[in-house]
């Protein structure tokens, strides 16, 4: 069992707070699960062009639902209201199937279900398969999964092995990926306050289908030149930069894709992302230079997170025993963090839970901000007293 697991009363949760997305929802439903507080949820993504649950938010419940035999009512495509009443955690079955049958996003699906796989009552690996779409618009690619946020799990005392059994892009979707998550008794608190030097970044330029390759090779190029000249710029040495372009294998991919993903590893042992998209329809900026630009805020700006991975720490923060700190640069918090943080406290409030968002008071500097959380600790009993 988990400690602190009791049972408490119904929670409502207003689901347009903050950014008004499907953040809401997945943090709620991970808390829930794990701390066995019901809650209700309304204006489900109500800050959405089309409001309610799509088909990926739809598989999120369902794959709780499994994992912790809960009681649900509003599962279904469009529905602006769920209730969501968490039973124990799954103490037989180990392997867990969420298939959107559409593009929808593989790793939101993993932002909901991970943190619970992590708890569960046993000493044997959970396993998640996930179907949909590994590269898309509105989400994080699976090499962020898989490149960024791993190592930063570990960080926590956290572990997974992957396998991307196929990958998909938009609009056909018909990705597959496989997580094998061991569970653990406790998450550590973190300490993340110097971003350090960039030692290296390395990346991946991808055409799959029927792209041509030389817009594999023209991401690559783009993001190199934007990193070179603004580490440059900004007096910071650059590190070798290896970006490799390639076609994906047909036996690998479902539909025609691009896109680029680039890793920033820094003498600190921080791990910054940034993605880009190729679209045939472009708009803004070249997906080289969008990548690029991902990883050159946060080095520029102190912050020893980018901003993708910023929203997707707090639940781990919150779970933590003990107290973490992360820099989070110039620009305080976006809407996603800020979102994600006001549900968990809305939950877990009562259990201790504080997050507190000060100026860095490390060596005189004053235009940075470090976000500090006093976090629950939840225990998997089941593991320590094994």
């Known amino acids: 069992m988990l400690r602190n697991r009791v049972m408490s009363s119904l929670v409502q949760i207003d689901g347009s707070l903050g950014e008004g997305g499907g953040q809401v929802l997945r943090v709620a439903l991970s808390l829930s699960t794990l701390y066995g507080i019901p809650i209700e949820i309304e204006n489900i993504r109500a800050g959405r062009p089309k409001p309610g649950l799509a088909a990926q938010h739809l598989k999120g419940v369902e794959l709780v639902?499994?994992?912790?035999?809960?009681?649900?009512?509003?599962?279904?495509?469009?529905?602006?209201?769920?209730?969501?009443?968490?039973?124990?955690?799954?103490?037989?079955?180990?392997?867990?199937?969420?298939?959107?049958?559409?593009?929808?996003?593989?790793?939101?699906?993993?932002?909901?279900?991970?943190?619970?796989a992590l708890f569960f009552p046993c000493n044997d690996t959970v396993t998640l398969v996930l179907k949909g779409g590994t590269n898309v618009p509105m989400g994080p690619h699976i090499e962020y999964l898989t490149e960024v946020f791993k190592p930063m799990l570990n960080k926590f005392g956290a572990d997974f092995d992957f396998v991307v059994v196929k990958r998909g892009y938009y609009p056909k979707g018909g990705g597959e990926v496989h997580l094998r998550i061991k569970p653990v008794s406790s998450l550590n608190a973190v300490t993340l306050t110097d971003v350090g030097i960039p030692r290296g970044i390395t990346g991946w330029s991808y055409v799959a289908g029927s792209v041509n390759i030389n817009e594999a090779h023209t991401m690559a190029s783009d993001a190199k030149t934007v990193l070179t000249n603004k580490l440059v710029k900004s007096n910071i040495r650059v590190p070798p930069i290896t970006i490799e372009a390639y076609r994906e294998d047909r036996a690998m991919a479902v539909g025609n894709g691009s896109g680029i993903n680039i890793v920033c590893n820094t003498s600190t042992g921080c791990v910054l992302g940034g993605s880009g998209l190729g679209s045939r329809n472009q708009e803004g900026p070249p997906p080289g230079d969008t990548a690029a630009n991902e990883i050159l805020k946060p080095l520029l700006t102190g912050a020893c997170v980018d901003e993708h991975t910023q929203d997707q720490m707090i639940i781990l923060m919150a779970l933590a025993k003990g107290t973490s700190k992360i820099k989070v640069g110039d620009e305080k918090l976006t809407c996603h963090t800020e979102t994600a943080m006001q549900i968990a406290e809305i939950m877990l409030g009562k259990r201790g839970l504080r997050f507190n968002l000060s100026k860095s008071a490390e060596d005189g500097d004053t235009s940075s901000y470090v976000l500090e959380c006093q976090g629950c600790g939840l225990i998997n009993d089941s593991l320590v007293t094994q």
């Open 65 to 116: 639902k499994e994992m912790c035999n809960a009681q649900v009512r509003g599962g279904y495509i469009g529905s602006t209201r769920l209730e969501f009443r968490p039973g124990p955690l799954n103490k037989t079955k180990k392997t867990f199937v969420a298939d959107t049958q559409t593009a929808g996003c593989i790793c939101l699906l993993a932002q909901v279900a991970l943190p619970c």
